[in-house]
């Protein structure tokens, strides 16, 4: 499939990004970014050598205008937000901005209002319809994601 910038390097992007190096043929390059570049310095050490090109970057996902400049720079295929939930709305927005297809793995929610609820993102449809990109919201974890991942390719 090509190369995927993955937001995030907590638990569940760890887990992710290990799912995505076992699939190097689908996932032949993935950056790895989080506002903690060490983080993704050390997992990016743990995986190398496995078949898949793995660089990592620094980013404030809170920040549209740092996204689109680091999505310009890695020209990924797929953004994949394994960040916060609340930081799920300035991913899309890049996204859009950049033209690149988004997924994520837990739909967006406002950081002080505990409030589970899709309209926000919702909201993005017709604009990415537009744009001729896809967003995949709100994916199950595993099986769900690695099944989409052996769907992309």
């Given at each position: 499939?090509?190369?995927?910038?993955?937001?995030?390097?907590?638990?569940?992007?760890?887990?992710?990004?290990?799912?995505?190096?076992?699939?190097?043929?689908?996932?032949?390059?993935?950056?790895?970014?989080?506002?903690?570049?060490?983080?993704?310095?050390?997992?990016?050490?743990?995986?190398?050598?496995?078949?898949?090109?793995?660089?990592?970057?620094?980013?404030?996902?809170?920040?549209?205008?740092?996204?689109?400049?680091?999505?310009?720079?890695?020209?990924?295929?797929?953004?994949?937000?394994?960040?916060?939930?609340?930081?799920?709305?300035?991913?899309?927005?890049?996204?859009?901005?950049?033209?690149?297809?988004?997924?994520?793995?837990?739909?967006?929610?406002?950081?002080?209002?505990?409030?589970?609820?899709?309209?926000w993102q919702w909201d993005y449809q017709q604009?990415?319809?537009?744009?001729?990109?896809?967003?995949?919201?709100?994916?199950?974890?595993?099986?769900?994601?690695?099944?989409?991942?052996?769907?992309?390719?």
């Amino acid at each position: 499939m090509g190369k995927a910038l993955i937001i995030g390097c907590g638990g569940v992007a760890s887990v992710a990004i290990h799912k995505c190096v076992q699939n190097s043929e689908v996932f032949e390059e993935i950056c790895i970014a989080s506002r903690t570049k060490s983080k993704c310095d050390a997992l990016k050490e743990k995986l190398d050598g496995r078949g898949t090109i793995i660089t990592t970057a620094q980013v404030d996902a809170d920040d549209v205008d740092q996204l689109i400049a680091l999505i310009q720079d890695v020209q990924p295929d797929i953004v994949m937000n394994l960040a916060l939930p609340y930081q799920d709305l300035t991913i899309m927005d890049a996204c859009l901005a950049t033209k690149t297809h988004y997924m994520d793995t837990a739909n967006y929610e406002p950081e002080d209002t505990a409030k589970f609820e899709y309209k926000w993102q919702w909201d993005y449809q017709q604009r990415f319809e537009e744009a001729g990109i896809t967003a995949l919201l709100g994916s199950g974890f595993d099986p769900g994601v690695t099944g989409v991942f052996q769907h992309m390719h």
